[in-house]
């Protein structure tokens, strides 16, 4: 197997930043990808004017390139300094506001992956009552994921990086993703198992990869230290990729590393040139 047994997708909010965001999905084309991710593009703006979504759809059909993954509107990233766990009221709101432009535009662009990050915790009001707010709002977001034929992914960021995001488990986002379909019945949340984050969590990425194969919507890849390339680190992470084909996984893996002290489109000579195009699952 190997890496050449895998599809992958390059995201565009970690890749490419040396370039405006309308010139990178070219960028990933002329690199030898196909298929894109992004996180939400605009941080202070969770519903931009409509010109600017046109502009971005554009500039994935003119390059050829696909939308595979689109995070709602978390604030700062990396981080999540806000997300689904926002306070009640205007930054619910806010949260609440996107979830329909991105829905809608994900379904637009035949995006079928829509990543909810939960949020920091907040000084002064009760875990409890942040957690219930969530849920709700997780919800409402695997509704409108539905309703654009998407899977809605909930993530495990890292403890060291992310101190005050409550998911620095697998099992706690696994608790999560049951939770959220329960209050649903949709059965569209899914697990996003980022490597690079449980690595830095010190779990057995290879016992969750067993155990938690069926449950994952989308996978994400960065080495570790350093949240570097392949083969920048000391992760596995060939070997890991092979484990999440046997265990059943089909779906993307997305490049989500940071290029280094190079342009991005030097940072993929690890991977060979025929394993970057698209393939159809297994």
């Known amino acids: 197997m190997g890496y050449t047994d895998q599809r992958f997708d390059v995201n565009l909010s970690i890749l490419f930043t040396e370039l405006p965001l309308l010139e990178r999905p070219a960028a990933a084309a002329a690199a030898g990808f196909r298929a894109v991710e992004l996180w939400w593009p605009w941080i202070a703006a969770p ?10 759809k554009k500039a994935l059909d003119d390059a050829g390139t696909h939308l595979v993954g689109l995070n709602f509107y978390a604030g700062r990233l990396p981080g999540a300094d806000r997300g689904a766990l926002s306070l009640p009221g205007a930054e ?5 506001a996107n979830v329909e432009v991105a829905a809608e535009f994900a379904a637009s662009v035949g995006c079928r992956a829509l990543n909810a990050l939960y949020g920091n915790r907040v000084d002064g009001v009760d875990p409890m009552t942040q957690d219930a707010l969530a849920l709700e709002n997780l919800a409402l977001a695997a509704r409108a994921a539905d309703h ?11 403890e060291p990086e992310s101190p005050r995001y409550p998911l620095v488990s697998a ?44 449950t994952t919507g989308h996978v994400q890849i960065a080495d570790n230290p350093g949240r570097g390339a392949p083969g920048t680190g000391s992760l596995p992470l060939e070997r890991l990729l092979d484990e999440l084909t046997a265990a059943g996984y089909e779906g993307w893996v997305g490049l989500e590393y940071k290029p280094g002290d190079r342009p991005s489109a030097a940072a993929f000579d690890w991977l060979p040139s025929e394993a970057r195009a698209p393939r159809p699952a297994h």
């Open 47 to 56: 519903t931009p004017a409509p010109a600017e979504l046109t502009d971005l």
């Open 92 to 96: 619910s709101d806010r949260f609440r």
């Open 148 to 158: 654009a034929g998407a899977t809605l992914l909930i993530e495990t960021l890292n």
């Open 171 to 214: 099992p706690a986002a696994l608790d999560v993703v049951h939770r959220v379909n329960e209050a649903t019945g949709l059965d569209n949340a899914r697990f996003l198992l980022d490597i690079y984050h449980l690595s830095m969590n010190g779990e057995d990425v290879s016992g969750i990869i067993a155990k938690h194969a069926e």
